[in-house]
């Protein structure tokens, strides 16, 4: 499976700190229970990565991945 393919498998997700310094992010799901720790700077970049693609996806959504500027006329 790529990040390309749709799925029907459902999970919730839970991020938050733990008690030990470290940004959990919890996916729960059928059958899955998967607990994946990052320190603080890991847990950054990560921000940054759903950030730039989150930036990616609205620009797709706008034109086909291109500039949302109108042209002048």
Request: no cysteine; hydrophobic share 40%.
């Amino acid at each position: 499976m790529g990040i390309n393919n749709e799925s029907e498998i459902a999970a919730n997700l839970q991020i938050g700190p733990t008690d030990r310094g470290m940004v959990r992010i919890y996916v729960e799901g059928d059958g899955v229970d998967l607990p994946l720790d990052f320190d603080p700077d890991e847990a950054a970049e990560i921000a940054e990565e759903l950030l730039a693609a989150a930036e990616a996806a609205r620009a797709m959504g706008q034109g086909g991945g291109k500039s949302s500027k109108k042209p002048k006329r």
